[in-house]
């Protein structure tokens, strides 16, 4: 199983948080960077673990984010979602 760390940080700033995204779960090209786009690529993605650790703040677009992880958490049964 692949595991993963993403930087919740990184995840609170939305100017860069697709593009990291993309970067470290191996998104296609095609990612549209947007919160659709990113529910459906966590749903496809296969046996993998991902664990999110908190960010110094906790704002609205990393609760969005959050949000659409824990949805694809459980609808993939092949994926499997920490939050630190």
Partial sequence: MRQITLDGNLLADAAQVHEYLKQCLEFPE????????????????????????????????????????KAADRENKSLKLNIL
């Fill in 30 to 69: 095609y990612y549209g960077n947007n919160l659709d786009a990113l529910y459906d690529c966590l749903t496809d993605l296969e046996n993998i673990e991902i664990s999110i650790t908190a960010p110094t703040e906790d704002g609205a677009i990393y609760q969005k984010i959050l949000r659409i992880f």
